[in-house]
């Protein structure tokens, strides 16, 4: 099992990904009071660390699995859940009020086409938690590559090896140095066999010149916003990068994700800072009122400390297997 797995690190990068979804649907309007709605993003997340615990649960107790399989059917439960194609619905996911309401994209969101779907920066969304899971390797650019293909898979591949690089405890200087050069076309344990598109576009991700603007000093609206000017996933990403980078010590956090969300695309690149700073500073530095009134703070939480539980120790008593079914 892999050793970058920590409560800390899931916890760390589920609720900061939850809580940037949530600041940057509001457009970084965050009200004085009331709760704090999630977005497609946050609800997409949810979703998709549903489903590796379940493919990991049917690993452990069928000796098989198929993690993208399972990843898709999670996204068929949501669009279920949220009465957008029938379908069946079982695990306690499916139970929490705030994933069957209807906002965003939804199941457009994956849709393989652009034309039909949200942006394409949705591609990018499943590849946060699914970095945290090193024993998957190329399953981010998998997923992302049944969404959209070219910069959009590349960005999501490179998004999983920078996630994995940091639960290792690696600074973002040197974990961007670390998932540019493993996610280069080529380079071993990218995962692109097979995968035809699935390693291109990387190139066009310069995550470093985005540490290194921010390094200049304080966050600059104008940057972000030239780094993500529309909501795809490579400005996303490294709009993402840039904002965490600003945040310095855990107390610009704040700043950083209001600095995210400024640049109107949808709330994508405040989703990804969210998951970053969660993951670099650790859950108890994430701010604690925006926290304490997020919808989706206890389904992620729950999800988080599950995650952590069944690499940890691989329950296999009928009670788990019915909160997280691996058929």
Not at 100 to 118: K, N, V
Not at 278 to 287: C, E, N
Not at 308 to 313: G, L, M, P, S
């Amino acid at each position: 099992m892999a050793q970058t797995l920590t409560l800390p690190a899931a916890r760390g990068l589920l609720l900061g990904l939850l809580l940037g979804d949530a600041v940057g649907s509001a457009n970084g309007r965050v009200a004085a009071a009331g709760s704090l709605p999630a977005g497609t993003g946050g609800q997409l997340a949810c979703w998709t660390m549903e489903g590796l615990i379940r493919s990991h649960v049917r690993g452990v107790q069928r000796g098989v699995t198929d993690p993208v399989a399972m990843l898709l059917s999670g996204y068929a439960r949501w669009a279920a859940v949220r009465g957008e194609r029938p379908g069946p619905v079982d695990g306690w996911l499916a139970g929490v009020p705030a994933l069957a309401q209807r906002r965003g994209a939804g199941l457009a969101a994956l849709a393989p086409s652009p034309a039909t779907g949200g942006p394409d920066a949705y591609a990018l969304i499943p590849a946060l938690p699914i970095g945290l899971c090193d024993w998957w390797p190329g399953l981010a650019r998998q997923i992302a590559a049944g969404m959209r293909s070219g910069p959009a898979v590349g960005a999501a591949g490179l998004a999983a090896e920078l996630v994995g690089a940091l639960a290792r405890g690696e600074a973002l200087d040197a974990a961007v140095r670390t998932a540019s050069l493993a996610a280069a076309p080529g380079q071993a344990g990218s995962g692109q066999a097979g995968l035809g598109q699935a390693g291109s576009g990387t190139a066009d991700v310069d995550l470093a010149r985005a540490v290194a603007l921010a390094r200049t000093g304080n966050g600059e609206p104008d940057i972000i916003r030239g780094l993500a000017p529309r909501p795809s996933a490579v400005n996303a990403l490294t709009g993402g990068v840039y904002a965490a980078a600003t945040a310095g010590e855990p107390g610009g956090i704040r700043a950083a994700l209001l600095l995210a969300a400024s640049t109107q695309d949808g709330g994508h690149t405040a989703t990804v800072t969210g998951a970053l700073l969660g993951l670099m500073h650790g859950p108890d530095r994430l701010p604690l009122d925006w926290l304490g009134r997020l919808e989706l703070v206890w389904p992620g939480d729950t999800l988080a400390r599950d995650l952590v539980r069944q690499a940890d120790e691989r329950p296999a008593d009928g009670p788990w297997w019915e909160r997280y079914p691996g058929a």
